[in-house]
C-alpha cells in the first residue's frame, strides 16, 4: 500500500487518509497516531492512538491492532477519544475478545475538551471539540519549555541561587501549540479555536475541492470544502498546513491540477496536500 509521508522541522509523519476509505497519521519520534481507519502490520508498536470519531475510516483498525499487541505481549496499548464513546467501544473491544476467545488488553481513555494529557517529557496533548455529524473531537499536541519568571529577570545570579536553595522554582513552563488534527469536521474547528489556527502544523479535513460537491453539501455532512479554506485563508496563522481526507470522487491527478489553480498566494507556500508520492 503507498502511503504519504510529511516532514518539517525534523518531525516526520506518515500514514494515508481517504474520505470515506482510510485515515490513520503517525508521528513515529512521539509514539502515537491519530486515528486507525486501516490496518497496516508494520505499524502495530505505535502505543498510541488519538481516535477522533468512530466512523470506520478513522476506527476499524482499532480491534485488530489492540488484538495484535496482546498476540505479541506488547504493552498495554492506550486509546483515547471522546468520551461519550468510551463505553460503545469497549463494547465493541469485548465482543471482538470473545469472538477470538482471547483476552484483548487495552487502556481506553475517553477525554473531555481541553484535558491535559502527557505524552513524553517536553509534550502533552489537548482534544478540543470538532463540528462533525457524530460525536468527535480534534486534538492539538503541545511542545513545552521552561522560562525563568518575568518577575526573576531583574535578580542577580547568586539571589536566583539562594531562592532555589529555599525550594522555590524560577522557572515556569511556557507551551507552544505545535501539531494539530482536525479529523472530519467543517471550518469552525479552525475558526473557532485559537491553538489550532497558530499550530505550527495543521492536519486539516478537505473533502471537496470542486462543484461535484458544494460548499452547502459539505456542510450537511459535516466536512469542510476548499472554498472555504480559500475564503477564510486569512485565520490561518499555521507555518504548514496539510490537507487530508479527500473524496475518492477525485483522482489524485485531479486533485493536484485543483489545488494548483485554486490556492490563493497567502497560502500557496505553507500548504499541501497528503499524497502518496508520484500521485
Given amino acids: 500500500m503507498l502511503t504519504a509521508s510529511f516532514e518539517y522541522k525534523g518531525i516526520k509523519f506518515e500514514g494515508i487518509s481517504e474520505g470515506g476509505i482510510r ?3 503517525i508521528c513515529p519520534s512521539l509514539d502515537f497516531m491519530f486515528d486507525f481507519g486501516y490496518i497496516n502490520p508494520d505499524k502495530i508498536h505505535i502505543g498510541r492512538i488519538l481516535l477522533s470519531h468512530a466512523h470506520l475510516d478513522h476506527s476499524c483498525g482499532i480491534p485488530y491492532y489492540v488484538s495484535q499487541r496482546s ?35 487495552c487502556e481506553l481513555i475517553g477525554l473531555g475538551f481541553g484535558e491535559r494529557v502527557d505524552l513524553k517529557p517536553g509534550y502533552f496533548f489537548k482534544p478540543w471539540p470538532s463540528f462533525h455529524r457524530v460525536p468527535s473531537q480534534g486534538y492539538t ?12 529577570t531583574s535578580l542577580s545570579s547568586e539571589e536566583i541561587r539562594r531562592k532555589k536553595e529555599q525550594g ?15 479529523g472530519d469536521t467543517k471550518i469552525e474547528y479552525v475558526l473557532e479555536n485559537e491553538d489550532v489556527r497558530k499550530s505550527k502544523i495543521l492536519f486539516m ?3 471537496y475541492y470542486c462543484d461535484k460537491r458544494d460548499v452547502s453539501r459539505a456542510r450537511e455532512w459535516g466536512h469542510t470544502h476548499f472554498d472555504e479554506i480559500i475564503e477564510h485563508a486569512s485565520a490561518f496563522e499555521n507555518e504548514a498546513i496539510v ?6 470522487r477525485y483522482s489524485y491527478r485531479e486533485l493536484n491540477d485543483l489545488f494548483r489553480k485554486k490556492v490563493p498566494p497567502i497560502l500557496k507556500d505553507r500548504i499541501s496536500l497528503f499524497l502518496p508520492p508520484k500521485s
Fill in 71 to 105: 498476540l505479541r505481549k506488547l504493552s498495554v496499548p492506550k486509546v483515547y477519544l471522546p468520551k461519550s464513546l468510551e463505553p460503545k467501544m469497549s463494547q465493541i473491544l469485548k465482543l471482538y475478545s470473545e469472538i477470538e476467545d482471547f483476552d484483548y488488553d
Fill in 141 to 152: 499536541i503541545y511542545e513545552t519549555k521552561r522560562k525563568l519568571k518575568k518577575e526573576w
Fill in 205 to 207: 479535513e478537505c473533502t
Fill in 168 to 182: 522555590e522554582d524560577p522557572t515556569e513552563e511556557i507551551s507552544v501549540p505545535l501539531v494539530s488534527f482536525s
Fill in 23 to 25: 485515515t490513520s497519521i
Fill in 243 to 248: 490537507l487530508i481526507h479527500p473524496s475518492k
